[in-house]
């Protein structure tokens, strides 16, 4: 779907970003230092028969950062996500995360081990709640198996928070504990609810993701990503077809997000939102690195400027 048409989908979203003062339910535990190497392309080669749709690309994540990786169309930022993500895998070259080798894991495992992504086209389940989107992206975080889900098996001593308040099931609990499975789902519940908040679309947690406006489905989306608990979120596009006052709540999130403990990987067009954001960014032409540096080095770079003259569209 080109700018345009997003564009135009958007005008009627009345999007509300609310900030929520206490973020203790969803801010994530990191183990390692700001500033260290979290992800790191090292001479990255990726083919598709003639295609080189990245070329010998080394760079790296720097736990605690705002990346932007940009470039003209085709210049191979999808294709870099993919690859880190698990949906590639590089013909030569290693991709790294907290030192471990990750090229050619599946998608699922590289979730698990701390990368989430949001995608260019939103991908949401569309018959199922916004709450629910995210719930599923919470219950990638838990313990239960199928089997404990099903015969509630793994049964644990609630804290006196996680009590009933009065009655017979606070005394039951207290002699038999509560089932893993329902302690999670209720702490799943929670933590979706604090995430619809966070993003600002809280007050349509209820209706279903197809319905919802454009700006919300892609709030929702990053919700759902920061579910699953990633230690780096990779968002693709998050701007696309946003008008000015959207993109300047995005800048607001995407901060937020990293405020949170998150480290973010950022592909986008726009221009002013990459350099009023972003630490440090990564430009790629033609599927080789071209720049990278700060914004200010970035965008006085000749290299950059050219890429970007070849495609004037995308330089606005
Ligand atoms: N699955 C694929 N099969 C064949 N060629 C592909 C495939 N995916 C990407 N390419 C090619 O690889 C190159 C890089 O594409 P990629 O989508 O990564 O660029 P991009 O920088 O993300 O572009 P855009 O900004 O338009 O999304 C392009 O020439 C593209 O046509």
Same mark, same amino acid.
């Given at each position: 779907?080109?700018?345009?048409?997003?564009?135009?989908?958007? =005008?009627?979203?009345?999007?509300?970003? %609310?900030?929520?003062?206490?973020?203790?339910?969803?801010?994530? /535990?990191?183990?390692?230092?700001? *500033?260290?190497?979290?992800? %790191?392309?090292?001479?990255?080669?990726?083919?598709?028969?003639?295609?080189?749709?990245?070329?010998?690309?080394?760079?790296?994540?720097?736990?605690?950062?705002?990346?932007?990786?940009?470039? &003209? +169309? *085709? $210049?191979?930022? =999808?294709?870099?996500?993919?690859?880190?993500?698990?949906?590639?895998?590089?013909?030569?070259?290693?991709?790294?995360?907290?030192?471990?080798?990750? !090229?050619?894991?599946?998608?699922?495992?590289? +979730?698990?081990?701390?990368?989430?992504?949001?995608?260019?086209?939103?991908?949401?389940?569309?018959?199922?709640? $916004?709450?629910? +989107?995210?719930?599923?992206?919470?219950? !990638?975080?838990?313990?239960?198996?199928?089997? *404990?889900?099903?015969?509630?098996? @793994?049964?644990?001593?609630?804290?006196?928070?996680?009590?009933?308040?009065?009655?017979?099931?606070?005394?039951?609990?207290?002699?038999?504990?509560?089932?893993?499975?329902?302690?999670?789902?209720?702490?799943?519940?929670?933590?979706?609810?604090?995430?619809?908040?966070?993003?600002?679309?809280?007050?349509?947690?209820?209706?279903?993701?197809? +319905?919802?406006?454009?700006? @919300?489905?892609?709030?929702?989306?990053?919700?759902?990503?920061?579910? =699953?608990?990633?230690?780096?979120?990779?968002?693709? %596009?998050?701007?696309?077809?946003?008008?000015?006052?959207?993109?300047?709540?995005?800048?607001?999130?995407?901060?937020?997000?990293?405020?949170?403990?998150? =480290?973010?990987?950022?592909?986008?067009?726009?221009?002013?939102?990459?350099? *009023?954001?972003?630490?440090?960014?990564?430009?790629?032409?033609?599927?080789?690195?071209? $720049?990278?540096?700060?914004?200010? /080095?970035?965008?006085?770079? &000749?290299?950059?400027? $050219?890429?970007?003259?070849?495609?004037?569209?995308?330089?606005?």
């Amino acid at each position: 779907m080109s700018e345009q048409t997003h564009a135009e989908s958007s =005008t009627d979203t009345d999007v509300v970003l %609310e900030d929520t003062s206490n973020h203790d339910q969803i801010a994530i /535990e990191t183990s390692g230092e700001v *500033g260290e190497v979290l992800l %790191e392309l090292d001479h990255v080669t990726l083919r598709f028969g003639g295609v080189v749709a990245l070329n010998d690309v080394n760079f790296q994540i720097r736990r605690g950062e705002i990346l932007g990786l940009i470039g &003209p +169309n *085709g $210049a191979g930022k =999808t294709t870099a996500f993919n690859a880190m993500t698990g949906v590639y895998t590089p013909t030569e070259g290693a991709i790294r995360f907290k030192g471990k080798e990750i !090229a050619g894991i599946k998608p699922h495992t590289i +979730n698990h081990l701390g990368i989430a992504r949001t995608f260019q086209n939103i991908r949401l389940f569309p018959e199922m709640s $916004a709450m629910e +989107n995210v719930m599923v992206g919470c219950d !990638a975080r838990h313990k239960t198996s199928v089997v *404990g889900v099903l015969f509630r098996t @793994y049964r644990v001593r609630p804290s006196e928070e996680e009590l009933p308040e009065s009655g017979i099931r606070r005394s039951l609990a207290k002699v038999f504990g509560i089932s893993r499975h329902t302690l999670e789902e209720r702490a799943g519940r929670r933590r979706s609810m604090e995430l619809l908040r966070f993003v600002g679309i809280a007050d349509r947690a209820h209706e279903l993701a197809r +319905n919802l406006p454009y700006g @919300y489905q892609r709030r929702l989306e990053i919700a759902r990503a920061l579910a =699953t608990e990633p230690e780096l979120i990779c968002l693709d %596009e998050p701007a696309a077809g946003f008008n000015p006052a959207e993109k300047e709540d995005l800048m607001g999130l995407i901060r937020r997000i990293r405020d949170l403990g998150h =480290t973010v990987l950022v592909i986008e067009h726009d221009m002013k939102l990459v350099l *009023g954001v972003t630490d440090r960014i990564v430009v790629l032409e033609f599927g080789q690195k071209i $720049a990278e540096g700060s914004p200010e /080095e970035v965008a006085r770079n &000749p290299k950059v400027i $050219a890429a970007y003259l070849g495609e004037p569209d995308d330089a606005a």
